[in-house]
């Protein structure tokens, strides 16, 4: 083992063990921050997983990812608007609503992101890596711009058209535990596990995995790079917007420079997980959710971000591959 993993394994390490001491000395605080840990980590996998798709398949931060992730929030509000929904109890219009809004979401900002890629992206595929880079910012600060027009810097409300009040939502054990906090999760683990199934077992797929690999060579064995690049940005976007749509549900409000900073967590996760590795990138969103939440509980929220981009500073310097290495090789 090198030197830099062994100062990596021996910090977590560290790490783990004060986190055993709070799990002895507070167990229900302990296990009520990790269920808030969990949901959170579900959301930023989400978005983590489009950033680490298109990065393994050209190489490329696509920055704009994280305002796809909030205009998905902005859209999904619009459209619940065109229901019938009652935020004081759980009904039959809240259901069909929810139903009909996150696929449509879904797919709109699937067109969203394949637009971006067609107009702004794909002209720049054998550019400088910098200038692909640079025009991912300005894309990102574009859509800021259109999300800022449409509803200008105030908090945009998101209906609680979840399930929630007596017998959705109690204590066990001590720990609260609301019909949210597995909603976030299980869909999650739902679109987490039907990516995986899709990348490992259609045509399309497998297109996907070869491209990432060796892209002139998959081309010549007759796989449409444009398309199978497209295809990457459409499903990165269908995560985005499910997670978009999950994260407005959860906390019911959003903001118009929301996905900066989710998306530079969500960066983080993917690098911290493996840069390139779809497993990774969601046992790093999962992970890093966690450390979000025991550091606003036990050291101050002030200090989260601080303690998060260190993280990724550490990662970078000690285990640049991240936890589950990197599958793609440097082309």
């Known amino acids: 083992m090198s030197v830099p993993d062994l100062v990596f394994f021996v910090l977590s390490g560290v790490v783990v063990v004060l986190l055993a001491v709070q799990a ?25 997983l489009g950033y680490t798709m298109v990065y393994g398949i050209i190489e490329l931060i696509n920055f704009a ?11 999904g509000a619009a459209l619940i608007t065109f229901f019938s929904t009652s935020e004081n109890v759980f009904q039959v219009g ?10 449509i979401t879904m797919l709109i900002m699937g067109a969203v992101n394949v637009t971006i890629e067609r107009v702004a992206y794909r002209p720049l595929r054998n550019a400088p890596r910098l200038a692909p880079l640079i025009t991912a910012i300005g894309m990102s600060f574009l859509l800021e711009g ?4 449409w509803h200008g810097p105030a908090t945009v409300h998101v209906p609680n058209l979840l399930p929630h009040g007596p017998g959705y939502e109690g204590y066990i054990g001590g720990v609260f535990i609301g019909f949210k906090d597995v909603f976030v999760v299980v869909a999650a683990a739902i679109l987490v596990a039907l990516l995986a199934l899709f990348i490992n077992r259609s045509k399309l797929g497998k297109a996907m995995r070869a491209t990432a690999q060796d892209r002139d060579a998959s081309q010549l064995m007759g796989i449409n790079i444009n398309r ?9 976007a269908l995560l985005a917007g499910a997670g978009g749509m999950i994260w407005g549900l959860y906390f019911n409000t959003i903001t118009y420079n929301l996905g900066f900073r989710t998306g530079l967590i969500a960066f983080t996760s993917a690098v911290f997980g ?8 969601a046992l790093g969103g999962m992970i890093i959710g966690l450390i979000a939440a025991f550091s606003d509980a036990y050291i101050g929220s002030k200090w989260t971000q601080v303690v998060i981009f260190g993280i990724l500073i550490a990662v970078l310097v000690f285990r640049p591959t991240g936890l589950m290495g990197m599958r793609v090789p440097e082309k």
């Open 228 to 236: 199978t690049i497209a295809a990457t940005f459409f499903i990165g």
């Open 24 to 48: 002895v000395t507070a167990p229900t605080q302990f296990a009520q921050v990790l269920v808030f840990g969990l949901a959170d980590g579900a959301m930023f996998a989400l978005v983590a």
């Open 65 to 75: 990812h994280g305002d796809v992730f909030t205009l998905a929030a902005y859209v």
């Open 146 to 149: 259109i999300m800022f027009l």
């Open 94 to 103: 809240n259901l069909v609503a929810l139903l009909l809004v996150f696929p």
């Open 274 to 281: 493996g840069i390139g590795n779809i497993p990774g990138a």
